[in-house]
């Protein structure tokens, strides 16, 4: 029986992926992340279910639920928050599996940094401006490889969505600002994007905490910075008159 690692989305219910749902639906048992997905997503498991909540769970008895399933020859499902590959902590449940002979498979899902730029209305990569998203974080009781540092990754000016940071924006702005971004450069906050209860907090670099702080948010929130806040008149010209592609022959 294959283990499935499932992308929730970033919190709407209708954002998990059509596969993510069917398999949630077919599921005996659902192991989910209890602080982070969306309970309304277990509307979709079927009656008799057995649902375990991973927020009060260690790696040792998550992997023991996993084989009591299997060794009952039922299926589980592991439902993860956002994309499961971005700050998902699968890396390590998946070697355990490895090790036990368990087969897995993983269904993507759409990450928090997508419902962030929904929520901003924006574009990360705007022609002529930039090119490159940079998904990182801040250090904290899991630090960075020091090749990673923010101050330094900052440095490429490219659009930037900072995760599992909301303790620690003084220290993001300081580090903004050390790379040579300006404290009046726009900034936002993206709380609990594509939940009922969504916030969108604008800001600048140098105001990141004290917004943080007005609003009452504390978690589960990204920080985007970067020329992809600017509005920059520079658009694509993909879909111009004037512009030939393997489809279509320019027409002016």
């Known amino acids: 029986m294959t283990v499935h690692f499932i992308g929730a989305g970033p919190g709407a219910p209708d954002l ?14 659902i192991i989910y992340a209890g602080s982070l997905v969306n309970p309304a997503l277990l509307d979709k498991a079927r ?3 057995e649902i375990h909540d991973s927020a009060t769970m260690t790696l040792d008895q998550t992997i023991d639920v996993i ?15 956002g994309d499961p590959s971005l700050y998902g902590a699968i890396h390590e449940q998946m070697r355990r599996l490895d090790q036990l002979g368990i087969d897995y498979d993983i269904c993507p899902g759409v990450s928090s940094f997508s419902a962030a730029a929904a929520a901003l209305r924006i574009e990360y990569t705007v022609p002529e401006v930039t090119q490159s ?3 990182t974080r801040m250090p904290g009781r899991t630090p960075m490889p020091p090749r990673e540092a923010v101050a330094e990754l900052a440095r490429h000016g490219s659009s930037m969505v900072i995760f599992l940071s909301t303790g620690l ?45 007005e609003q009452g948010i504390r978690s589960t ?32």
């Open 47 to 49: 009656p008799g279910c």
């Open 67 to 81: 084989q009591t399933a299997q060794a009952a020859g039922k299926m589980t499902v592991r439902l993860h928050s």
């Open 133 to 135: 998203v940079i998904v």
């Open 221 to 252: 929130a990204l920080i985007v910075v970067g020329p992809c806040l600017t509005h920059s008149d520079k658009v694509s010209r993909l879909y111009a008159a004037d512009f030939s592609t393997e489809f279509r022959q320019a027409s002016l």
């Open 16 to 29: 998990i992926t059509v596969r993510g749902q069917n398999l949630l639906a077919q599921a005996d048992v």
């Open 169 to 213: 924006l003084n220290e993001l702005s300081a580090d903004l600002i050390a790379a040579g971004h300006s404290p009046e450069e726009p900034a936002a906050i993206v709380h609990k994007a594509s939940w009922p209860d969504e916030r969108v907090v604008g800001c600048t670099i140098a105001t990141l905490a004290t917004a943080a702080a």
